[in-house]
């Protein structure tokens, strides 16, 4: 429920807003030069226009391998990713995702392709999710979690349900409807509060674009008070497809 709630709409790294990419390589620094911190590459390459594959490598080490397909507007369809597992090895998980209005269906898949469960995610009018359902192959009810949304007075109430009806967590928490402050000329976000937040900690981003208008750098900076501290950076490669 919180990663749904929490999705900021920050430029993703394999979209193009103008031309065709052979390649794109994506290096992040995440808190740069604070106690924790780390960085990390990731390199897209584009067998076919709605196939994507990408190479993921944490402070230089093979972390990842993955393939996913889109739709005409960037959202993942079908994703198979091959990761390592510190105790178990390299595993793979398989995925799609079936959107409809206002729901969006997490399938997730075994490793023959036939489904395993799913989760079904029920959004508002605000498109905030209301409702989470994980569903059994027979479309019978695993679990449920939901959340109701007061939004005058900034919070939510989320609540997680056994099999059985009874309530495993009944709790509320802060919620900001109306967290996006600003955007650029590009269309990207470039103020926001963060949706979970509770206080007025704001986070500025910074862009830097080619000649094209993709960017190539994104600078995202923690603004709490007087306080300033960069928690990301992020430089974009890109090799684009001759024409």
């Known amino acids: 429920m919180h990663t749904e709630i929490t999705r900021i709409d920050l430029p993703e790294a394999y979209v193009l807003k103008v031309g065709e990419a052979k390649e794109i390589i994506v290096t992040r620094k995440v808190n740069p030069g604070q106690e924790y911190s780390y960085s990390d590459k990731t390199i897209y390459t584009f067998p076919e226009k709605s196939i994507i594959r990408t190479t993921y490598f944490k402070d230089s080490e093979l972390e990842s391998t993955r393939e996913f397909s889109v739709d005409s507007l960037n959202r993942v369809l079908k994703n198979t990713t091959r990761f390592k597992h510190k105790a178990l090895g390299w595993r793979t ?3 799609e995702t079936v959107y409809k209005e206002k729901i969006k ?3 997730i898949l075994n490793q023959d392709g036939s489904l395993n469960y799913t ?3 029920i959004l508002n009018d605000n498109n905030n999710p209301i409702e989470i359902r994980t569903l ?5 009810l695993l679990g449920l979690s939901t959340a ?7 919070s939510f109430t989320y609540k997680v349900y056994r099999e059985d009806g009874s309530i495993v967590l009944n709790k509320t928490e802060s919620f900001i409807k109306d967290y996006e402050i600003k955007r650029n000329e590009f269309g990207d976000l470039t103020e ?8 007025d900690i704001k ?6 674009y080619d000649d094209k208008g993709n960017w190539i750098k994104m600078k995202k ?3 709490d008070g007087k306080n300033k501290k960069t928690t990301e950076v992020i430089n974009r490669k890109i090799k684009y497809l001759k024409n």
């Open 221 to 223: 900076v923690q603004i």
């Open 136 to 140: 059994n192959t027979d479309n019978q």
């Open 192 to 199: 926001f509060f963060w949706p979970t937040s509770s206080s």
């Open 93 to 95: 998980s398989k995925y």
């Open 119 to 121: 989760m079904r995610i």
């Open 148 to 154: 109701e949304y007061d939004y005058k007075n900034y």
């Open 105 to 107: 269906d997490l399938r």
């Open 203 to 208: 986070y500025i981003v910074d862009y830097k």
